[in-house]
């Protein structure tokens, strides 16, 4: 018997290729995830114990360019990431700020070069909005020096400092008014998202800012603040870097009180009556030397 064979259908062919393509696509993405790393990871430790020297350069051969050779490079090339290492973005480089100097050399190579500008402070800033593709990158960790006014009671920090520098600069005698639940971050980069910390009196970083010196894209610097420039100050104020690169700080600073916490349960309907009645304004505080009436957020003898 002469049993003749049915041609395979155009349809059953295409599908075919389809199947196997995706299941070829799907193994290699799935081998490529779960591979060993090729290479140093671009995103910091999360725990400093394993944190590798930050010494370690990436060199990717670039053309040279002018001004470029003023400037510290960290890395020309490469890879930024912030501390959820979800937002690894390719960068033209990255350079070192450690002087006002360094600042305005890099906005011109960035204006010869016609490159955006991102700052970076300790990165935790997540979500990528900080980063811009194939930008340049002011690394300001470095940018970090402290001068204490104690006669006006404020300091003048560069943006790169850290609150943990700033407390350690402060202790014993004074300490930061207003800064996140913890003192790992960056005073630029807390002013640029006007961090809030858990006492609701101090209010935001913002509120502690007496004036700011800022430096513009074309490298001139204003002085920034509630008089001087106001608008410039509430843009570069939870601005986000996208108005300029904040410089340094005076910031007001108050005395290194002891506060002594306490919990207690209230019914939730109960609570704006508490707040006002006991936490806002009457409550009393055990500072250091003594148990004193509390007056907006301090403590204090009047
Ligand atoms: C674990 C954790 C806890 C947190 N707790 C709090 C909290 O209690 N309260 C709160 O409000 N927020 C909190 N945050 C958010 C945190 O305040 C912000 O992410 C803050 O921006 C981090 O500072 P940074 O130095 O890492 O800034 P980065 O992430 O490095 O930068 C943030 C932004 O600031 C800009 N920037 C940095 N330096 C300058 C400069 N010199 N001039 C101009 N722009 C600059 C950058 O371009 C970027 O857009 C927390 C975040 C984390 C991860």
């Not at 400093?48 to 370690?56: F, Q």
């Not at 690894?88 to 906005?107: C, M, P, Q, R």
Request: glycine share 8%.
């Amino acid at each position: 018997m002469n049993q003749q064979r049915k041609p395979i259908s155009s349809k059953k062919v295409i599908a075919s290729i389809v199947v196997v393509s995706a299941l070829a696509g799907t193994g290699y993405e799935v081998n490529r995830l779960s591979a060993d790393p090729v290479g140093e990871k671009d995103c910091p430790p999360l725990f400093a114990e394993n944190a590798a020297s930050d010494t370690s350069e990436i060199n990717v051969e670039i053309a040279p360019l002018s001004a470029g050779d003023l400037l510290k490079w960290k890395q020309k090339g490469g890879t930024i990431n912030d501390v959820s290492c979800l937002d690894h973005t390719f960068v033209y480089g990255i350079v070192k700020i450690t002087s006002v100097d360094d600042i305005k050399n890099a906005l011109q190579f960035a204006r010869e070069n016609k490159l955006k500008v991102s700052m970076a402070g300790v990165r935790h800033s997540m979500g990528g909005q900080a980063f811009y593709k194939n930008n340049l990158v002011l690394d300001m960790k470095g940018f970090n020096k402290i001068q204490l006014n104690e006669a006006e009671k404020t300091i003048t920090v560069q943006s790169g400092a850290t609150w943990h520098d700033i407390q350690s600069f402060l202790h014993p005698k004074h300490a930061v008014k207003a800064m996140q639940s913890t003192d790992i971050f960056s005073v630029g980069g807390s002013i640029s998202v006007n961090a809030h910390g858990m006492d609701h009196l101090a209010g935001s970083v913002g509120s502690s800012i007496r004036s700011m010196r800022v430096m513009l894209a074309d490298g001139s610097i204003l002085n920034v603040n509630r008089e001087e420039n106001p608008e410039l100050f509430s843009l570069v104020v939870g601005g986000y870097g996208l108005f300029g690169v904040i410089l340094d700080v005076d910031l007001e600073i108050v005395n290194n009180d002891i506060y002594q916490t306490e919990r207690q349960l209230v019914r939730y309907k109960e609570f704006p009556e508490i707040f006002e009645s006991e936490i806002l304004l009457t409550r009393t505080l055990v500072c250091s030397t003594g148990i004193f009436p509390r007056r907006r957020g301090r403590c204090s003898m009047r």
